[in-house]
T-cell receptor, first 113, second 113 residues
Framework: NAGVTQTPKFQVLKTGQSMTLQCAQD?????MSWYRQDPGMGLRLIHY???????DQGEVPNGYNVSRSTTEDFPLRLLSAAPSQTSVYFC????????????FGPGTRLLVL | GENVEQHPSTLSVQEGDSAVIKCTYS??????FPWYKQELGKGPQLIID?????GEKKDQRIAVTLNKTAKHFSLHITETQPEDSAVYFC????????????FGGGTRLMVKP
């Protein structure tokens, strides 16, 4: 198993540009989520999904969209990038839906100029 | 919502010494407390967790203690080794919050050989 994979590893955007961060898992996990990590602030939940076709907002959802058309994939879309979205983004997944161990991907470092 | 504070933000110890990282939480309904280790350039990885019906849990050189009355929990690493050097995050989750975690700000642990 590859586990949780994320692409790209690093991306530079200009303000106003759009992009999609990819996340995939091959463990047949029902739960997937996106976090952003900023210095001194730990990880903050952006959006999550409890199964294909079901998504919901986390703590900091503004400026981000998600969809979950398959169990394996959970892309994160930035519609109009802003410098405040400069961060490291992590995708995570877990088998169950209740206080289960979450497996994190290697992260995508995003710089918005 | 839940608020998790973590101290210290950096911790330097000599190889073989013990390291203690402390977290406090605000929501008395939180009942699941995982600890994650993040090595440079990688995603966080679960190292140990504890639920509110248990006061202490141990796994080899790592232990976690929980004081529900005071709303704080701690990570203890004994006989530290250079490979323990990493950033450690505590987190908390309520029973009705599914897999949603609130993270502390992180502690950078440096173990000097």
């Amino acid at each position: 198993n590859a586990g949780v994979t994320q692409t790209p590893k690093f991306q530079v955007l200009k303000t106003g540009q759009s992009m999609t961060l990819q996340c995939a898992q091959d463990m047949n996990h029902e739960y997937m989520s996106w976090y952003r990590q900023d210095p001194g602030m730990g990880l903050r939940l952006i959006h999550y999904s409890v199964g294909a076709g079901i998504t919901d907002q986390g703590e900091v959802p503004n400026g981000y969209n998600v969809s979950r058309s398959t169990t394996e994939d959970f892309p994160l879309r930035l519609l109009s990038a802003a410098p405040s979205q400069t961060s490291v983004y992590f995708c995570a997944s877990s088998y169950g839906l209740h206080q289960e161990t979450q497996y994190f991907g290697p992260g995508t470092r995003l710089l918005v100029l | 919502g839940e608020n998790v504070e973590q101290h210290p933000s950096t911790l330097s110890v000599q190889e073989g010494d013990s390291a203690v990282i402390k977290c406090t939480y605000s929501d008395s309904a939180s009942n699941y407390f995982p600890w994650y280790k993040q090595e440079l350039g990688k995603g966080p990885q679960l190292i140990i967790d504890i639920r509110s019906n248990v006061g202490e849990k141990k796994d080899q050189r790592i232990a976690v203690t929980l004081n529900k009355t005071a709303k704080h929990f701690s990570l203890h690493i004994t006989e530290t080794q250079p490979e323990d050097s990493a950033v450690y995050f505590c987190a908390a989750s309520r029973g009705n919050a599914g897999n949603m975690l609130t993270f502390g700000g992180g502690t950078r642990l440096m173990v000097k050989p």
